[in-house]
């Protein structure tokens, strides 16, 4: 038992307050938070067996020296790419300068051979960054360390070793180009960074593969010409019978021109396969095209779609709106308000004006931070909560939803359920009465302005339909939720029922001409400051009452 106790600490050390710290800066300094790929997740739970904070001499593969490093590797990859293709198809050996560069190349990724035994890795089964020696040493020993000692070595040294016909032919060289898998994990990584475009990143990566298939496929194309034992039965030799001394510009813009025509498949005859060697190479390299030109076609055909997809639903939107009002015999005004909405789904769509869908996937802290931003001094000027708390306020404002209508669009019917009250955020709306048969606009709703509150606070039937008269961005709040904030802010409360009341213009005419006070009483007397709300609705019920004797004098008279 006392050995399993010693081996749980030794798995799972424990975390400590200073340790916690040090794991917060150990992570700061690794990696961005704002990056996909940097950085480990934590297991689920409060405890966590993970070591961060790693051994000495161990390098975090999250770590921004280790990733400047790896960027600076890509270059030498790229020049490999270009390099290694070329001196086998039509150099013997590398001289002069070219020789130097390649010496100083393989010598930097020789050193990268010996920082990958310090460089920590994430185990695949358990998640955790493993930082032992001997763990790390043991995984590189049987992976990659093999293929990456072999494209690494020198060629002279190569060649010195084999026999003369054997490393004459360069094989040897063809092995750098397995430092190619550092160019795929650079483009996976740049597809998921947000401050590339998607689009041109993949754009960018079937470019170069494009490239490096023509640039090789020359490249051996000549070696299997300048191989041949009959220089005049080659493809080359058949155009060019001297291009044994022909420059070397000369002989590889050729070969990259027959590379190019045949991948591309135009073919315009005056190269072509000479002898059966040039023969079986086409062969492949036409079976290998076909592959590449489905891997090209299809990737593109997958962008250009995608950029293609929300135009195309769009249309498809409006054809089957356009059907279901015909078909239905929908009026007029109703078809323009279908077809208003879905124009600006798709405008806010392709221009990216996802407000309320991107709020939506965050966390409630963010949202609410945003809320309060963006929208916290329009509320506090709308009359309805003029006076009310900063706290209060901060509630209402993370529960509110920002939406866009077009212009014409019924946001609100008379004579509808209460469910939401509206905030003008830009835009004017338009309070229409429809008791008369005829549409009477009765007031103007313009920023700042609320919209709905008599019904929602009344719990009557909406009094007026409001009506956008341009393009709005609208704050809805539901009824629900003010009247649960409400009961939790009662003080408050009683400010927004004072506000109502005290705004002549929406409250006052409502009741009069309603005549009908009912719910705003009700409302009145679950409030800790009754007595207003009675000796308004007492003065309002008087006022009746005085017009109704009015009148009843009146018809005396006449009689």
Same mark, same amino acid.
């Given at each position: 038992?006392?050995? $399993?106790?010693?081996?749980?600490?030794?798995?799972? !050390?424990?975390?400590?307050?200073?340790?916690?710290?040090?794991?917060?800066?150990?992570?700061?300094?690794?990696?961005?938070?704002?990056?996909?790929?940097?950085?480990?997740?934590?297991?689920?739970? +409060?405890?966590?067996?993970?070591?961060?904070?790693?051994?000495?001499?161990?390098?975090?593969?999250?770590?921004?020296?280790?990733?400047?490093?790896?960027?600076?590797?890509?270059?030498? *990859?790229? %020049?490999?790419?270009?390099?290694?293709?070329?001196?086998?198809?039509?150099? $013997?050996?590398?001289?002069?300068?070219?020789?130097?560069?390649?010496?100083?190349?393989?010598?930097?990724?020789?050193?990268?051979?010996?920082?990958?035994?310090?460089? +920590?890795?994430?185990?695949?089964?358990?998640?955790?960054?493993?930082?032992?020696? =001997?763990?790390?040493?043991?995984?590189?020993?049987?992976?990659?360390?093999?293929?990456?000692?072999?494209?690494?070595? !020198?060629?002279?040294?190569?060649?010195?070793?084999?026999?003369?016909?054997?490393?004459?032919?360069?094989?040897?060289?063809?092995?750098? &180009?397995?430092?190619?898998?550092?160019?795929?994990?650079?483009?996976?990584?740049?597809?998921?960074?947000?401050?590339?475009?998607?689009?041109?990143?993949?754009?960018? =990566?079937?470019?170069?593969?494009?490239?490096?298939?023509?640039?090789?496929?020359?490249?051996?194309?000549? /070696?299997?010409? +300048?191989?041949?034992?009959?220089?005049?039965?080659?493809?080359?030799?058949?155009?060019?019978?001297? #291009?044994?001394?022909?420059?070397?510009?000369?002989?590889?813009?050729?070969?990259?021109?027959?590379?190019?025509?045949?991948?591309?498949?135009?073919? %315009?005859?005056?190269?072509?396969?000479?002898?059966?060697?040039?023969?079986?190479?086409?062969?492949? %390299?036409?079976?290998?095209?076909? @592959?590449?030109?489905?891997?090209?076609?299809?990737?593109?055909?997958?962008?250009?779609?995608?950029?293609?997809?929300?135009?195309?639903?769009?249309?498809?939107?409006?054809?089957?709106?356009?059907?279901?009002?015909?078909?239905?015999?929908?009026?007029?005004?109703?078809?323009?308000?279908?077809?208003?909405?879905?124009?600006?789904?798709?405008?806010?769509?392709?221009?990216? &004006?996802?407000?309320?869908?991107?709020?939506?996937?965050?966390? =409630?802290?963010?949202?609410?931070?945003?809320?309060?931003?963006? #929208? %916290?001094? /329009?509320?506090?000027?709308?009359?309805?909560?003029? @006076?009310?708390?900063?706290?209060?306020?901060?509630?209402?404002?993370?529960?509110?939803?920002?939406?866009?209508?077009? !212009?014409?669009?019924? *946001?609100?019917?008379?004579?509808?359920?209460?469910?939401?009250?509206?905030?003008?955020?830009?835009?004017?709306?338009?309070?229409?009465?429809?008791?008369?048969?005829?549409?009477?606009?009765? @007031?103007?709703?313009?920023?700042?302005?609320?919209?709905?509150?008599?019904?929602?606070?009344?719990?009557?039937?909406?009094?007026?339909?409001?009506?956008?008269?341009?393009?709005?961005? &609208?704050?809805?709040?539901?009824?629900?939720?003010?009247?649960?904030?409400?009961?939790?802010?009662? @003080?408050?409360?009683?400010?927004?029922?004072?506000?109502?009341?005290?705004?002549?213009?929406?409250?006052?005419?409502?009741?009069?001409?309603?005549?009908?006070?009912?719910?705003? /009483?009700?409302?009145?007397?679950?409030?800790?400051?009754?007595?207003?709300?009675?000796?308004?609705? $007492?003065?309002?019920?008087?006022?009746?009452?005085?017009? =109704?004797?009015?009148?009843?004098?009146?018809?005396?008279?006449?009689?």
């Amino acid at each position: 038992m006392a050995k $399993e106790r010693k081996a749980a600490r030794l798995r799972a !050390p424990p975390v400590t307050t200073t340790g916690v710290h040090d794991v917060e800066i150990e992570l700061s300094r690794e990696a961005s938070p704002y990056s996909l790929s940097s950085g480990i997740l934590p297991s689920l739970g +409060a405890r966590s067996t993970r070591r961060v904070k790693l051994r000495r001499f161990i390098v975090s593969p999250y770590a921004r020296r280790y990733k400047a490093w790896e960027t600076f590797l890509i270059v030498l *990859v790229v %020049y490999t790419a270009w390099a290694s293709p070329f001196e086998f198809g039509f150099l $013997e050996r590398s001289r002069g300068a070219l020789a130097l560069v390649d010496n100083v190349v393989d010598a930097l990724f020789a050193v990268d051979i010996v920082l990958t035994f310090f460089v +920590a890795y994430v185990d695949k089964t358990s998640y955790l960054l493993i930082d032992s020696r =001997k763990k790390i040493a043991w995984r590189y020993l049987s992976t990659w360390f093999v293929l990456d000692l072999a494209s690494t070595v !020198p060629l002279e040294i190569v060649r010195r070793i084999l026999p003369r016909k054997l490393g004459s032919y360069g094989f040897f060289t063809m092995l750098r &180009l397995w430092r190619l898998r550092r160019v795929s994990s650079l483009f996976a990584r740049l597809e998921k960074d947000r401050k590339f475009n998607y689009f041109w990143v993949r754009c960018a =990566k079937l470019t170069c593969v494009t490239l490096f298939a023509v640039h090789s496929a020359g490249c051996f194309f000549y /070696l299997v010409a +300048a191989r041949y034992h009959d220089p005049s039965r080659t493809w080359i030799g058949a155009s060019i019978p001297d #291009f044994h001394v022909r420059s070397l510009w000369v002989r590889y813009v050729t070969s990259l021109y027959w590379s190019i025509t045949t991948l591309s498949t135009v073919g %315009y005859g005056d190269l072509h396969a000479q002898n059966t060697w040039e023969m079986a190479f086409t062969i492949v %390299y036409m079976l290998f095209n076909l @592959g590449l030109a489905s891997y090209l076609i299809g990737n593109m055909t997958n962008l250009v779609v995608h950029g293609t997809r929300r135009t195309r639903n769009y249309r498809d939107s409006i054809q089957a709106a356009t059907g279901f009002a015909q078909r239905n015999q929908l009026p007029d005004r109703l078809q323009d308000q279908m077809i208003s909405h879905l124009s600006l789904s798709f405008r806010i769509d392709s221009e990216g &004006l996802h407000q309320q869908e991107t709020l939506d996937t965050l966390p =409630k802290a963010i949202r609410s931070s945003i809320s309060h931003h963006l #929208f %916290y001094p /329009l509320v506090a000027k709308a009359y309805l909560f003029r @006076g009310v708390s900063h706290n209060m306020l901060f509630q209402l404002v993370s529960e509110m939803k920002a939406e866009y209508f077009p !212009p014409r669009e019924d *946001v609100i019917l008379q004579n509808e359920a209460p469910t939401d009250l509206y905030i003008v955020v830009t835009g004017i709306m338009d309070l229409i009465d429809h008791r008369s048969g005829a549409e009477q606009v009765c @007031g103007v709703a313009k920023t700042g302005d609320v919209a709905g509150e008599i019904g929602v606070l009344c719990c009557r039937p909406q009094a007026f339909t409001a009506r956008t008269r341009s393009l709005c961005q &609208l704050l809805r709040l539901n009824r629900t939720t003010l009247l649960s904030i409400v009961q939790s802010n009662v @003080g408050d409360g009683t400010t927004i029922v004072n506000n109502l009341l005290q705004s002549p213009e929406v409250m006052i005419c409502y009741c009069i001409t309603q005549m009908n006070c009912f719910g705003l /009483l009700l409302f009145f007397f679950a409030r800790s400051d009754a007595s207003f709300g009675r000796n308004e609705s $007492e003065r309002i019920i008087q006022e009746k009452a005085d017009k =109704k004797g009015r009148n009843r004098e009146d018809s005396e008279g006449d009689r």
